[in-house]
């Protein structure tokens, strides 16, 4: 044996057992062995496609699901590197197939997804195959590899025929080892997710994914964004409302640190930023992110204040204030990233904190100076979003302060609290009108039961934020005696009540305010919807007396069956119940409110939605649904707040 081979078996030997040690521990390598982990080793090698499209030599990659579950993964770049490996004596592709960590260290430079976060290397997918096939096309030449059994070579890098000088790339074919993976079923969605967010992550490379498992082929689909992540965010406000038409899209570059950004404002109240770095995803975020923050407030309170729609006086616009209804992506190319945290979802390079902040504010500066308009539906938008907040921030105030109820007369309130203070016993009665009001007060349990009335209408709060309907006294009152505070301040724990009753009358008045104050809690309190705390009381129809019994009834059928029970002989009297603020006191507690013969109906989250359904079509945007509704249903609606 000659010292070339003695070296070569020497590595051999040290190979085989790195492969050997990934396919005892798989979950070292790739988290899971699970369909995630089966994922993974697609997304091995197609990270390596990337990089070689990364640095500019390739601009298709194409993913085929084949029959029997195996994955064929096709770039057109150069091909991978067909010598000798300097280090390791036999070919490149070899050694980049079964040396463990050879793998993303195919020559310096460039940006590479592969050495990144997840970046194990190609030899782990051979580990944890049943069987690899690597084809290079190159200088006219095709090339071939084969590996079997987690990665054993059966067949060196050969040169297995011709092909056009044009024609280069690198193919490789592999099927997942059942021994090792709880399933060996590829999704076909979370691939083609993947693959779309990678086509719009980098502008002007096309990717197809295919799916030939059942049957021949349907041509798959095919990812190509000329537009890259400006798309990417076009994409993403699809199903949402613009409020400008532009997507801003921003980027530079410095000492090889390539920056770029993505946005556009929608009319929701929610934001979308995602942060990728080499094409991974940051969800932690770290210094790109925190540039491009930064910028954005700052850039949106200085022109707000040269606008002059921003005074002196005025509180400066906050972070939260400036990305409601923000989508952005933002993406950042790197040569050496370093990647932070627990679990290495944030961009730790400092230097980059820098160039996002300058190419986000020079550019954003410069798009909203030369586009007024827009830039006027911009800080309208924030300066909105920071009334909602300090609203917000007040009602929590407000309702941190329970159980001063001088605060709630402050506001026009009329609460009449119950003495207990515990709420597993406590009930509120949020009663329609000052008279019933009344009567529930004089009728009512004082210990344990608290009565609100109410004036009449509740704002509707269909489209209005937390801001608006806070300036409605009638919600603050509601706000202040629950007592569990509202929007992120929202505490289920600090509610005071074990039982909201809604008690209104049982016409049409009464079931628009009772459609109003559902709608209230299903928008804005909807866990103490969920948590079956809201019922509706169930005032009667009829009263029944006879002898000395007093009995009430719901309506016309409970009535007959009712009577239908008693004795023939039995006289009776039927008496037709007013309406609630017409009772006496007496009469009010002892048909709706007094806890051994009033009865109650729970509302249900369902009862919730269909109210709020029923007011979104009556405010939507929609005319045609909107007409209809009002026409069957135009006793019901003429006197709604709308
Ligand atoms: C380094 C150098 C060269 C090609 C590649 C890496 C390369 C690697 C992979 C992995 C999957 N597809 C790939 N395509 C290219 C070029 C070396 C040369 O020009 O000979």
């Not at 979370?190 to 349907?218: H, P, S, Y």
């Not at 103490?528 to 019994?549: D, M």
Request: net charge negative; with cysteine; aromatic share 8%.
């Amino acid at each position: 044996m000659n010292e070339e081979n003695l070296h070569y078996s020497d590595s051999d030997i040290q190979v085989l057992e790195g492969l050997e040690a990934v396919r005892k521990r798989p979950g070292m390598y790739i988290g899971t062995t699970d369909v995630k982990g089966l994922h993974h080793l697609v997304w091995e090698i197609v990270d390596n496609a990337i990089d070689e499209a990364l640095a500019g030599f390739c601009n298709h990659i194409e993913v085929i699901i084949n029959k029997g579950n195996s994955i064929t993964v096709k770039d057109n770049g150069r091909g991978i590197p067909v010598g000798i490996h300097p280090k390791t004596g036999i070919s490149t592709v070899e050694t980049v197939y079964t040396v463990l960590h050879a793998g993303g260290k195919f020559g310096g430079g460039g940006y590479k997804v592969s050495g990144g976060l997840h970046g194990v290397g190609a030899s782990v997918v051979n580990a944890l195959s049943k069987w690899v096939t690597v084809t290079v096309y190159k200088d006219g030449k095709i090339y071939e590899a084969k590996f079997e059994n987690g990665g054993k070579t059966v067949q060196k890098l050969t040169m297995i025929g011709e092909c056009e000088k044009e024609r280069t790339g690198t193919t490789v074919s592999f099927k997942p080892d059942p021994d090792i993976f709880d399933t060996d079923i590829f999704d076909y969605e979370t691939l083609k997710v993947r693959i779309r967010e990678l086509a719009f992550l980098n502008r002007g490379l096309a990717l197809t994914i295919r799916d030939d498992r059942d049957g021949e082929d349907t041509t798959g689909e095919k990812f190509l964004y000329e537009g890259g992540i400006s798309e990417y965010v076009k994409f993403l406000n699809t199903s949402k409302t613009p409020i400008h038409e532009e997507i801003i899209h921003l980027q530079g570059e410095e000492d090889g640190v390539f920056f770029e950004v993505a946005m556009q404002y929608n009319s929701g109240y929610s934001d979308s930023i995602y942060s990728f770095v080499n094409n991974i995803n940051t969800h932690d975020g770290g210094t790109h992110e925190e540039g491009v923050r930064r910028a954005l407030t700052r850039v949106i309170n200085n022109y707000a204040k040269k606008a002059g729609i921003l005074k002196e006086k005025d509180e400066s616009l906050t972070g939260d204030d400036v990305k409601e209804g923000l989508t952005m992506i933002i993406s950042c190319k790197h040569p050496n990233p370093q990647f932070e945290g627990q679990t290495k979802g944030r961009l730790g390079n400092s230097e980059v904190r820098r160039l996002a902040d300058n190419v986000f504010s020079e550019g954003f500066e410069r798009f909203l100076m030369e586009n007024p308009n827009e830039a006027k539906i911009i800080i309208d938008k924030c300066m909105t979003a920071a009334r909602a907040r300090v609203a917000a921030k007040n009602a929590r105030e407000l309702s941190r302060r329970k159980g001063d109820l001088d605060i709630v007369s402050n506001f026009g309130g009329k609460l009449e609290d119950c003495k207990e203070k515990d709420p597993s016993i406590c009930e509120i009665f949020i009663v329609e009108g000052d008279s019933a009001g009344g009567s529930a007060v004089k009728g009512r349990d004082s210990m344990t039961q608290a009565i609100l009335p109410l004036r009449g209408k509740i704002l509707n709060v269909e489209k209005a934020r937390l801001d608006k309907a806070l300036s409605n006294e009638e919600i603050r009152s509601i706000i202040t005696a629950f007592g569990t505070g509202i929007g992120d301040a929202f505490d289920l724990s600090k509610l005071r009540y074990d039982k909201i009753i809604i008690m209104t009358d049982a016409d049409v008045d009464g079931s628009h305010i009772r459609v109003l104050l559902l709608t209230l809690f299903y928008r804005f309190f909807r866990p103490i919807v969920e948590a079956g705390h809201v019922y509706a009381a169930q005032p009667p129809l009829f009263r029944i007396t006879h002898g000395k019994v007093r009995k009430y009834v719901l309506d016309e059928d409970e009535r007959d069956s009712y009577l239908a029970s008693l004795n023939p002989n039995t006289k009776y009297e039927i008496a037709r119940m007013k309406g609630l603020g017409e009772m006496d006191p007496d009469e009010l507690n002892e048909t709706t409110m007094d806890i051994h013969t009033r009865i109650l109906r729970r509302i249900t989250v369902d009862d919730a939605i269909a109210a709020d359904e029923a007011f979104s079509m009556l405010m939507g945007e929609e005319v045609e649904p909107r007409r209809k509704f009002i026409e069957e249903n135009a006793e019901y609606v003429q006197n709604l707040d709308i």
